[in-house]
Structures are given as C-alpha cells and as structure tokens.
C-alpha cells in the first residue's frame, strides 16, 4: 500500500482527490491514476510520481494572462458586431482571430436565417392545413 500524499482539489469543481491509484489498462499497460471524488476529471500517468506532480500542477494567471482574455472577448464581441467604440479594450481589427470568429458568426447567421425560414414556412403550411380543413 502506497503512503497518502497530499493532493490539491480538483481544479475543475474543487472537490478532494482520490490518492494515486495504479490501474491495468488494456493490453496489459499500468498507468497511475487520480481523479477527483465526483469523477468530473481523470489524469493518468505512466508513474505515480507524475501522476502526483500533473495533478497538482496549477497554472498561476497574470495580467497579461488577463488583458488576452479581455483582448479576446473584445474580438469576439466585434465579430459578433456587439462591440462599442467606447468600449475600454480595443480588438485588434486585422487578426486571424477575428477573421476566424467572423466567418464563424457568419456561418452560425446563415444558419439561424435557414432555421428563422423554415419556421415561418412550418407555420404558414399548418395555418393553411387547419384552414382547409375548417371548409
């Protein structure tokens, strides 16, 4: 039986850990594994010590960390035409990033309009069934 070692919290919901537990995968491979006590995410390692050590990795967020993100939702919301010039941050105007969201909104658009049509044409054939049978 291997000795308890401390665990951080899942890093997802922040439930405990379970301890590192060796499992025999298919083929006949043992791996470490460790999850968290509502099973929301499994890592699994060839060794116990890195199963430990990629469990209790955490990554610290920066500043700058925080303005990409910020940078990001600006150039999502411009792509989505929701941004305002007196919004605080800025998109970038000429990224990749926004080109990609762009065509993706686009595409969503078209398909949202395809989805609006064939509602209304849903409707309009039920209102005209139920009139042709009221005759």
Not at 50 to 71: G, M
Not at 83 to 95: A, R
Request: charged fraction near 25%; glycine fraction near 4%.
């Amino acid at each position: 039986m291997s000795v308890p070692v401390e665990l951080e919290p899942c890093p997802f919901c922040g439930a405990r850990a379970r301890q590192p537990e060796s499992v025999e995968r298919a083929g006949g491979q043992t791996v470490w594994e460790i999850s968290c006590t509502v099973f929301c995410v499994t890592i699994r390692r060839p060794t116990r010590n890195e199963a430990i050590a990629a469990w209790n990795l955490r990554f610290t967020r920066s500043e700058r960390d925080d303005r990409h993100v910020l940078q990001l939702s600006a150039i999502v919301s411009a792509a989505c035409g929701y941004w305002n010039p007196t919004d605080p941050v800025k998109p970038e105007l000429d990224t990749k990033a926004l080109r990609d969201v762009a065509a993706l909104y686009r595409r969503y658009s078209r398909s949202l309009q395809i989805i609006q049509d064939l509602n209304i044409t849903i409707q309009e054939l039920r209102e005209s069934g139920e009139s042709g049978t009221s005759s």
